[in-house]
């Protein structure tokens, strides 16, 4: 538990640093983006009590304006009954409910606004009202400046930290031995400080200000909130230096003793050497100390009914329309192309139009990596990069190489038509601008008024179009120079195959054609691009695991082995590898020259009907753009969503996981005739073939913190997205490549923009298995620390029977049956186009009837 | 062709007053917009041609006479010329791609009303500038774009650091404005009814016979320099800039990259006359524009944001104009000008593809990119690693990490003395105050009873004193706003009556100078109070306090006092300001200092004022929570 206590213990730097590190974000340089929980350092709490927790130490919101709620309920997307369930769970006393239902409706402008908080009202600045010194103003400056530039991974010209230099080498040779000492350490007494070392600084400094060895722990804490991204990013560096390309040395520890040892010098500057410490405030005892006393959870009651409410509402509608589903016999006939989708919930909406343009197509469901993980350097990548959730390790590198001799390619620098990109500024500048600046006014004006619908420069990304052959096989077992495996022997090939098959439950009946469908998405002038693309391989598009996982079910030697576990692939099927862009739906297919004749007219096929899928997806997708055409017409909406991922101008050229609320984990019988408008995350599971729980506890490590991740950091962006999130895009400036802040002297903004998550509903994710209770018992028993996620209610769990499709929600205490209206029915409909027309907002699920396939 | 001139200039006020007086949904609003630069890019076009058919010939045009006063004169004065021309162009055309682009961009967007405002009233003040005919006209311009500047840095108004950068730069702003202000001041007492850009020129062909001096010539260049150095952030005000990138990356783009910046060079080329007719001013621009060329170059290497590096590697390029300026080569400025605004508007507004770029396209082959290359690992150079012994590349690095200290110099020079003196004010014991109040009533009754003719020159000099004191007191006030409000109108009172002991005649002046000044005061208490009235300001005087998201009327009000109280032209006391000026300092030119300063120094404390009081977050008073379990 990372709260501090207070006891007589000896402050210990190193644990206390350890400890406070829980509490900052940790996102990663901004070229990888993996979602997660936003409030991870709470999780231990159940997630109301946690929420509050992390208010009183951010100062952030925890819910929606209760006028949110409350119109919501107007509008009718929050039931009664889901009122009525919500103070039912907060188990509170029958004349407490009674009051709670009038107060509900009452208006309450401040309910939502963030209490009394460590970051804001903790010590440290009750300390610097009352010397009235800007401090953040001064220090976070300085220590932004010296903090970006040494981290920096190619953006300015000249490097700040010489080879394998420490950040607290870097800035005390910058103090110590330069003409102009580096402000505000110019003072004798702070360079002869510094020279004692990070330890002897802090706990000096801490001294100075601080002086009771009891507030040591929160002065830090708050210190490293003010400026929580850099931290966050800091320790990310600390503990995984391979997330930065050009590693770097540095740690909090040097970042505080830094941070500390400026504060320091600017007090004295501006107070002279006697000033008033922190534990001489006056006012010390009415500010709330980091302990358990002003940690104690408190949960407004209201707003947690409401906000339970409004979640049971939603996740109702689905469960309404799993019990009527009905229960699926015998196996059917084998369909004539099965294609592997991302378990994304863009996939959801695809997947239907697919299976509705096209009946004889099945799609199935699986984690976007296609449980292959390894490192990937494709031919036009400068370094490899994981392609898999982040839990996973992967020790494989795959390289690509060129299946023919490439032209030559000029370095882009000297490309006139990127000039603009390095800013020069002496003399090549002078030319330049007197030049050719000129000829940008033409470029401006035609990329604002004629937005071009390709994107620019798309030849050079890697995910795009495959160029080369991936070596796969590996030929000998030497590791390479960082320890990597050279790509992947037949038996590990057979088994990560084998175990994908199996955990989607497809090990008979199949098809001619199975087609692998990836996902990446395209955007231009958009730092975030990574939070756009899988999210199952952390933040990248997965072409390559597709292309690898088709490649190896194809391999003779890898089918012999599945053949001895039991998966008899037949010799007529084929894999083939594809890709979905997300933001354009187009499709890419990857490696067709190994595809036979028969598979090959089962391919086109299967292209004709995408075709149409995407066009239909595409005008599925126009509902949500406010600016986008609202018609019937296919093809014009298929040519806005084209236009909106090539244009400078466009902060949305989607909406991602916005829509994300289910996670369905079962056979697609269960979904298939269901309209769930692109919000579930839908993973193929085979109940029947799983008795003892091992596929489905492995099918739920993947998915609790992959859609988990998704859905919380999606939820908690919403709730408070200038705490949480990272604000709107507009004013946001790259970083070092590191991530965006605010201006030229922020902080790091970690989480995600306004833009990707302003039509979110913040509701927790509902993860529905379709399995036998006493086996879902069994998986669980098996999940380890992801229990916590189920236990603490983070994540909404229910269990979906497969033969009596009785539900059954999980609660820590036990089982709890799940019983809803009996005189309400999901509503129906015959097609989606019917569901969608007019419709600005989420939809409730719908069941297909009739003329649905 | 003047009513073209006058469309051309007017339409973004009525734009601003469309988007202001709407409901602000974002069709209409869009609507608004679209059509204004549509029809703008008509009468741009249609001017601009119908110049050019009159065979490209100087144009002025006097719409009518403001206010006139004995030999006073203001008239309402516009010039249209080669270099109005191109800047006319520009605006125009840059302007009009920005709110394309925002149509998009801003969508959704909380303050898309707000910013579409600000932005016409922006594109308002800088087509005042560029038709202005007179340094008068052009100085009413210079503050609707300055006050909109600060509007749009302070765009996202819930966080801190907008807000104190908004600050930062309207601080700079306002100090080089003393320069426009004396400007104008000094170019009426130079020229009288002649300032007319028109006739700048002719001004100084016949100069053997001028009577002008060097000495006030000099100073007068001194003063449009500062301005434009200021404006356009050059040495030694560059470090302004890179941080007012907080609004949204199109304003940033439109303002700091393409136009605002470009001001200054605007201002130099127009007053081309003034200050390029002695060796010295020459010098002098040259000298601020090879200075700025070496730090801001420095400084650009170890920018490591985009935004930053934009920003350096523009003022850079204005450095170089400055001293194409100097070297008289104004059409190669001119030129030089269109294309930088083109290139760095471009720029800031692709700034945040640099990510893809950098990691996906110049990464791909065997570039500089450093990830390949491990030699450029290195700090610094190699030239210079190999040359520089080591207490000499720390030296560099740190000078360009520190953008050449100029901030830290600039600060130490200018504000931390004022500080002082005001805290000093500030400690001064009541009884003083008393004493000073009762020799004033002496002072004042001896001037009224014109017992000595001497006495209304030599008693307004304390009173000038005082006035510059009681504004510094204000600037270092941080307790309580009705203090500094108090004192900025306390400071205006005495302006007025130091002019007064001068020049006794000019009382009709005075009183349209406080007809301004008196409402806003008046106005601006009411609404403090009605604001403050359960707040303990001194306990925490640090927080911001977020009247504009909790109370976003009385904020309202509070902003349109302040602008009232600051002499901003909506209002009399922005020609009273001018009027007193010229009176004044035109038997006294030493009085023209003490009110500058005071005219500074009172706009820079209100606005930090309405900063800590109108921005910021809104935080839960009181936690009314109940416990579960």
């Excluded at chain 1, 497809?506 to 899988?534: I, Q, R």
């Excluded at chain 1, 190994?594 to 899928?613: C, E, G, R, T």
């Amino acid at each position: 538990m990372p709260i501090h206590k207070h006891t007589a213990d000896a402050f210990e730097l190193d644990a206390v640093i350890d400890q406070l590190a829980h509490w900052l974000p940790t996102q990663g340089p901004i070229k990888d983006f993996i979602h997660h929980n936003t409030l991870h350092a709470v999780q231990h709490f159940p997630f109301h009590d946690g929420v509050a927790v992390a208010a009183k130490v951010f100062g952030a919101r925890s819910y929606l304006p209760i006028e949110d709620y409350q119109s919501r309920f107007r509008e009718g997307r929050i039931s009664q009954a889901a009122i009525d369930w919500a103070i039912a769970q907060s188990g509170c006393s029958e004349e407490r409910a009674e009051q709670l239902r009038l107060e509900l409706f009452a208006a309450d402008p401040e309910s939502h606004l963030p209490p009394i908080s460590l970051a804001n009202d903790g010590i440290r600045n009750a300390w610097l009202n009352h010397l009235e010194l800007d401090m953040n103003a001064l220090v976070h400056p300085v220590m932004f400046r010296l903090l970006s530039n040494f981290l920096d991974q190619g953006i300015s010209r000249w490097v700040l930290p010489k080879d394998g230099e420490s950040f607290w080498d870097c800035v005390l040779r910058l103090t110590l031995n330069s003409l102009i000492p580096l402000y505000p350490f110019h003072q004798a007494h702070v360079r002869e400080m510094l020279n004692q070392g990070p330890e002897q600084v802090i706990m000096h400094c801490l001294r100075r200000i601080v002086g009771d060895e009891q507030l040591y722990a929160q002065y830090l804490l708050e210190v490293l909130l003010a400026h929580p991204g850099w931290s966050g990013m800091v320790r990310i560096i600390e503990t995984n230096p391979r997330s930065l390309l050009v590693p770097r040395n540095i740690s909090l520890k040097q970042l505080l003793a830094v941070e500390l040892a400026c504060e320091l010098a600017f007090v004295d500057k501006k107070k002279g050497s006697h000033f008033l410490r922190i534990d001489q405030l006056p006012e010390l005892a009415a500010i709330p100390l980091f302990d358990e006393a002003h940690l104690t959870p408190e949960v407004p009651l209201k707003m947690r009914v409401w906000h339970e409410a409004m979640e049971w509402s939603l996740h109702s509608e689905l469960l309404l329309a799993l019990g009527e589903q009905p229960v699926v016999g015998t196996v059917g006939p084998i369909p004539e192309v099965q294609a592997i989708f991302c378990i994304d919930d863009r996939e959801c909406s695809l997947r239907r139009y697919l299976e509705e343009v096209n009946p004889a197509i099945e799609t199935l469901g699986a984690p976007g990596f296609f449980g292959i993980d390894f490192l990937y350097q494709g031919l036009d990548d400068v370094y490899p990069v994981a392609q898999c959730p982040t839990v996973v390790k992967p020790r494989h590198l795959i390289t690509e190489s060129a299946t023919r001799p490439r032209p030559e390619r000029k370095d882009p620098r000297q490309e006139l038509g990127k000039m603009h990109f390095s800013a020069h500024s002496l003399a090549r500048g002078w030319v330049y601008t007197q030049t050719l600046g000129l000829v940008y006014a033409a470029r401006l004006a035609w990329s604002v008024f004629k937005p071009a619908k390709k994107l620019p420069g798309i030849r050079t990304l890697s995910e795009v179009e495959a160029h080369g052959h991936l070596h796969l096989l590996r030929e000998n077992d030497a590791p390479n120079a960082e320890g990597y495996l050279l790509g992947f022997s037949l038996s590990e090939m057979a088994e990560k195959v084998g175990g994908q098959l199996r955990s989607i439950g497809l090990v008979k009946n199949f098809a001619p054609l199975v087609m692998v469908v990836a996902h990446g998405s395209s955007s231009v002038n958009n730092p975030h691009f990574a939070a756009y693309d899988c999210g199952a391989c952390a933040g990248k598009p997965g072409a390559p695991n597709a292309r690898a996982f088709a490649w190896m079910a194809n391999h003779g030697g890898v089918r012999a082995i599945l053949r001895e576990q039991g998966i008899d692939i037949p010799a007529t099927t084929r894999f083939a590898a594809a890709m979905h862009n997300t933001s354009r739906d187009e499709m890419v297919y990857f490696d067709q020259s190994s595809l036979d004749k028969d598979s090959h007219a089962a391919l086109q096929n299967f292209q004709h009907a995408v075709h149409k899928a995407l066009q239909r997806n595409a005008r599925e997708r126009c509902r949500w753009f406010e600016l986008g055409p609202q018609t019937p017409d296919n093809e014009l909406a298929h040519k806005h969503v084209l236009e909106r991922s090539a244009s400078i101008f466009e902060p949305r050229p989607e909406y991602n996981h916005s829509n994300n609320l289910y996670c369905i984990v079962g056979r697609r019988s269960l979904t298939r005739h269901l309209f769930m408008d692109r919000r579930a995350f839908l993973q193929s599971y085979d109940p029947d073939i799983d008795q003892d729980g091992g596929i489905l506890a492995r099918v739920l490590s993947a998915a609790i913190p992959v859609c988990g991740g998704i859905n919380l950091e999606y939820l908690f962006s919403r709730i408070d997205n200038s705490v949480y999130g990272a604000g709107t895009k507009l004013p946001h400036n790259v970083i070092g490549l590191l991530g965006v802040a605010n201006g030229v002297e922020g902080d790091l903004r970690t989480g995600l923009p306004s833009q990707m998550i302003e039509v979110h509903e913040p509701a927790r994710l509902l993860l529905v298995v379709e399995q036998r209770l006493d086996v879902v018992d069994r998986a669980l028993a098996k999940l380890g620390h992801l229990l916590e996620w189920l236990e603490n209610d983070w994540v909404r769990f229910a269990v979906c029977d497969p033969q009596s499709r009785v539900l059954n929600l999980y609660r820590k205490q036990g089982w709890q049956a799940i019983e809803l209206e009996k005189d309400i029915a999901a509503p129906v409909s015959s097609r989606s186009e019917k569901i969608i027309v007019g419709q600005t907002k989420t939809i409730p699920v719908h069941r297909f009837i009739g003329g649905h396939s | 062709m003047n009513i073209l001139l006058l469309a051309c200039l007017l339409l973004p006020l009525l734009g601003f007053l469309l988007i202001f007086l709407g409901d602000g949904s974002e069709r209409k609003v869009a609507r608004i917009v679209s059509w204004i630069t549509r029809v703008k890019g008509v009468c741009v076009i249609g001017l601009l041609s119908m110049w050019a058919a009159s065979g490209f010939k100087s144009f002025e045009y006097q719409w009518f006479q403001l206010y006139q006063h004995d030999d006073y004169q203001f008239p309402v004065l516009f010039y249209l010329d080669g270099v109005g021309a191109a800047y006319l162009f520009c605006v125009w055309a840059i302007f009009s791609i920005i709110v394309k682009y925002c149509r998009v961009y801003m969508h959704r967007d909380a303050g898309y009303q707000r910013f579409f405002q600000t932005i016409f009233a922006f594109a308002f003040g800088l087509n005042i500038i560029v038709l202005s005919g007179s340094i008068d006209i052009l100085f009413a311009g210079w503050e609707v774009v300055g006050i909109s500047s600060f509007l749009l840095i302070a765009f996202y108004r819930h966080r801190w650091q907008p807000v104190r950068n908004a600050l930062r730069a309207y601080t700079i702003y306002r100090f080089c404005d003393v320069g426009l202000l004396m400007g104008a001041w000094m170019s009426h007492l130079l020229f009288h009814e002649s300032q007319h850009f028109s006739q700048m020129g002719s001004l100084f062909n016949n100069y053997v016979n001028n009577p002008l001096n060097y000495a006030v010539l000099s100073l007068l260049s001194a003063l449009i320099i500062l301005a434009a150095s200021g404006k356009s952030a050059q040495f030694p005000f560059c470090f302004w800039l890179p941080r007012a990138m907080e609004g949204p990356t199109p304003s940033s783009a439109i303002f700091y990259g393409a136009l605002s910046i470009h001001l200054g060079v605007f201002l130099l080329l127009r007053t081309m006359p003034i200050w390029s007719f002695h060796f010295l001013p020459r010098l002098i621009v040259f000298a601020i524009g090879l200075l700025t060329v070496i730090i801001a170059s420095l400084s650009e290497k170890t920018q490591s944001n985009i935004k930053g590096q934009v920003a350096y590697a523009s003022i850079a390029q204005v450095g170089f104009m400055f001293i194409e300026l100097a070297l008289g080569l104004e059409t190669l400025a001119l030129l030089h000008f269109m294309s930088n605004a083109f290139l760095r508007c471009y720029q800031l507004l692709v700034s945040p593809s640099i990510v893809a770029h950098l990691l996906r396209v110049e990464g791909a082959v065997n570039s500089d990119f450093y990830i390949k290359d491990r030699q450029k690992l290195q700090y610094l150079p190699t030239s210079l690693r190999d040359v520089l012994p080591d207490v000499l590349q720390n030296t560099l690095y740190v000078f360009a990490l520190q953008e050449g200290q100029l901030e830290i110099l600039v600060r130490s020079i200018l504000w931390d003395p004022l500080k002082r003196l005001g805290a000093a004010m500030g400690r001064v014991n009541a009884w003083v105050k008393w004493f000073t109040a009762v020799a004033l009533l002496i002072w004042l009754l001896i001037a009224v009873n014109n017992i000595s003719p001497v006495a209304e020159v030599y008693l307004s000099i304390p009173v000038s004193v005082l006035m510059v004191l009681v504004s510094t007191s204000a600037f270092s006030q941080k307790h309580s706003p009705f203090k500094i409000w108090n004192s900025v109108a306390m400071s205006s009172f005495l302006a007025a009556l130091a002019v007064w002991l001068m020049v006794p005649n000019a009382i009709f002046d005075e009183l349209m100078f406080l007809s301004g000044i008196v409402p806003s005061w008046l106005l601006g208490l009411w609404v403090l109070s009605r604001l403050l009235k359960n707040e303990h300001f001194a306990e925490s005087s640090f927080r911001y306090r977020a009247f504009a998201q909790t109370r976003p009327g009385m904020s309202l009000l509070l902003f349109i006092s302040f602008l009232g109280m600051v002499g901003f032209p909506i209002t009399p006391a922005f020609l009273g300001e001018d009027l007193l000026l010229s009176h004044a300092a035109g038997r006294h030119p030493w009085f023209a200092l003490g009110i500058t300063i005071a005219f500074v120094v009172n706009g820079i404390a209100l606005a930090r004022m309405f900063l800590r009081l109108s921005m910021g977050r809104a935080v839960r008073a009181e936690v009314r929570e109940f416990h579960v379990g």
